[in-house]
């Protein structure tokens, strides 16, 4: 696979406080990558750049070579935690707005056989994600996970190279995740997506992805905390390809521990 997306030298500031620095990352194309790490890390950070909203303090970002720009484009989806969703909108209205959005940008909506066109690809996409038969419900008539799957179809629809994932199960139950990793590994192979998942559970990240990346400061000045910037100190690849599973088994947790490859150890207790 080739490296879609590259950092080079990335870094992140606000004010006098360096979150993330010096960040050099080859994504290659149709990756599943997970990123873990301790709270305030800059995980976010990290994926808001590549989402483009927002520019890099220092270094660049290269995607398929050239540089990227600070925009949100259709090239990268997003689904954050909390449910992206609007309320007064049907499940197809919710997903019918960012298409049309794309597609008439002045009037926000379509007519038409354009109309027509775009309803039947909406309902495609909430068939894929399982609200086929939901198209007509409200938000507040939803489950979590339903509206979940909902904000997923809305990022998907503008068919994006890049789907990124800021803790999007967090707030789900334990059944409701399950069923909700089958549906993105799912989406991840069928829809061709190279994904970037930041997650603070280590399951999840190692259950679902190719690669796992783990932010964290290297250099600590108690005295004055800010100074440093978080980078990846750890770049596990895991066995694991479209279509399968990873190699993360009973055999690897050990302890309440997570150890993939050998040698090296991440507590799985920790708050990441």
Wanted: proline share 6%; glycine share 10%; charged share 25%.
């Amino acid at each position: 696979m080739s490296a879609m997306l590259q950092l080079r030298d990335v870094s992140v500031e606000y004010g006098d406080k360096i979150v993330l620095e010096r960040i050099n990352l080859d994504i290659e194309d149709g990756a599943f990558v997970s990123i873990i790490g301790p709270s305030g890390a800059g995980k976010s950070s990290l994926l808001r750049v590549v989402l483009g909203q927002e520019a890099p303090t220092g270094g660049r970002i290269l995607l398929d070579g050239q540089p990227l720009k600070p925009e949100c484009e259709p090239d990268r989806g997003v689904v954050f935690q909390r449910y992206s969703v609007f309320p007064h909108l049907t499940v197809l209205g919710n997903t019918l707005f960012g298409f049309e959005c794309a597609r008439a940008p002045l009037t926000a909506r379509l007519f038409g056989n354009r109309r027509k066109a775009a309803i039947a690809e909406a309902e495609e996409m909430l068939h894929a994600v399982g609200l086929g038969d939901s198209l007509h419900l409200y938000p507040a008539q939803m489950s979590g996970g339903m509206q979940q799957r909902l904000a997923i179809a809305q990022a998907l629809i503008k068919r994006p190279r890049i789907l990124l994932l800021d803790e999007p199960f967090g707030a789900l139950d334990p059944g409701i995740r399950a069923d909700m990793h089958k549906l993105i590994t799912r989406l991840w192979n069928d829809y061709a997506l190279t994904v970037i998942m930041v997650t603070h559970d280590l399951k999840e990240a190692f259950g679902l992805a190719t690669r796992v990346l783990t932010l964290d400061k290297r250099r600590h000045d108690p005295h004055a905390p800010d100074r440093y910037g978080a980078t990846v100190v750890f770049d596990l690849p895991l066995d694991r390809k479209r279509g399968g599973g990873s190699e993360l088994n009973s055999e690897s947790i050990v302890d309440g521990a997570v150890i993939d490859p050998p040698g090296i150890t991440i507590d799985k207790t920790c708050n990441i």
